[in-house]
């Protein structure tokens, strides 16, 4: 087999670029090893069909990108910082100004504030709105209800936008706006099944879909065993290389899924541990896979 050229993906990196957007399985903490586990020329374009927060396609930074997510909200937050609509002093100055009206509410109010500007993003769907939201709700999760209302309850933190966290969430934006411009990069709005349509053969897809058989609430999805099967099945047919983030094992249990579906994929793992406590014995220690289309590995270090 002719060898592939080493990736144009920065693949040493000792600290990922965190985004403004939080979400439930983000992969901050695996982006080194995601990174540096994928061999890939990047002419093409990366294909990314279950965005999320994007911590990975901002740290991956490919010059071509289609990426996309079934919540319309993060694809319209993203589309709007790189079209240049949505500016880092907009956001500052949204930030500054809910974050004011949010701390009147409290300490020991009602924190009906927070309620108000999440009753008002369920009508209008501002994406500033969005950004505010996911910073002050409970534990930065994104969860919709069956009618596609957004429904995580506030964290309770009425100073949550003092100035330090402000300048934070403003810096990561700024930052983004940099690594976003001059690349030619799409957001789009769609099923993961069709962006795997529109794959060519020097694209490379990164996949990171939800838990199988949870109701992730992401934006009221399921991710049912059939469609896991599925994914796998289309992956493997794909014209161009691909991997897939997914848990492998705890101490408790080990995920059928990899062995029925995806053992036609070369396997690497890390070690990974989930914070659930303050102590070192409530880490929760996950060994993590990537699933690599055959010959779009990367050598071991
Ligand atoms: C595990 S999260 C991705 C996390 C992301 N890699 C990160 O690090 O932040 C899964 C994402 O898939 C999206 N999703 C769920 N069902 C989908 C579908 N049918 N098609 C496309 N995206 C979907 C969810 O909205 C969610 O953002």
């Not at 983000?26 to 540096?36: E, G, R, Y």
């Not at 996911?134 to 429904?151: D, H, L, V, Y």
């Amino acid at each position: 087999m002719p060898t592939i050229p080493m990736a144009q993906l920065p693949r040493a990196i000792d600290k990922a670029y965190v985004p403004p957007v939080k979400c439930q399985g983000i992969k901050t903490a695996l982006v080194p090893f995601i990174l540096q586990s994928i061999r890939w020329e990047g002419d093409g374009r990366w294909i990314e069909p279950f965005l999320g927060s994007g911590v990975v396609l901002f740290n991956a930074l490919p010059e071509r990108a289609v990426v996309s997510d079934v919540n319309p909200h993060i694809i319209d937050l993203y589309r709007g910082i790189h079209s240049g609509d949505i500016t880092v002093d907009a956001v500052r100055a949204h930030l500054e100004r809910e974050g004011e009206r949010l701390r009147q509410t409290g300490p020991g109010a009602d924190e009906s504030y927070y309620y108000e500007v999440r009753d008002r993003f369920n009508k209008e769907g501002d994406p500033l709105d969005f950004l505010f939201l996911n910073r002050s709700c409970f534990n930065g999760m994104i969860r919709f209800n069956k009618k596609g209302a957004f429904n995580v309850p506030f964290c309770r933190k009425p100073e949550r936008f003092r100035k330090a966290y402000v300048t934070r969430i403003t810096n990561q934006v700024a930052a983004l706006t940099d690594r976003m411009a001059g690349r030619d990069w799409t957001f789009l709005c769609r099923d993961w099944r069709q962006a795997l349509a529109s794959c060519r053969p020097d694209d490379f897809v990164y996949l990171d879909p939800p838990y199988i058989g949870r109701n992730t609430g992401y934006f009221n999805t399921k991710w049912p065993h059939k469609e896991a099967d599925e994914l796998a099945h289309l992956t493997r047919q794909l014209p161009c290389g691909a991997a897939l983030s997914m848990w492998k094992k705890t101490q408790q249990r080990q995920n059928a899924h990899i062995p029925q579906s995806w053992s036609w994929a070369v396997e690497r793992t890390s070690d990974h541990f989930y914070h659930v406590g303050a102590t070192e014995d409530l880490r929760n220690a996950v060994v993590e896979a990537l699933l690599i289309t055959p010959g779009f590995e990367a050598p071991i270090p």
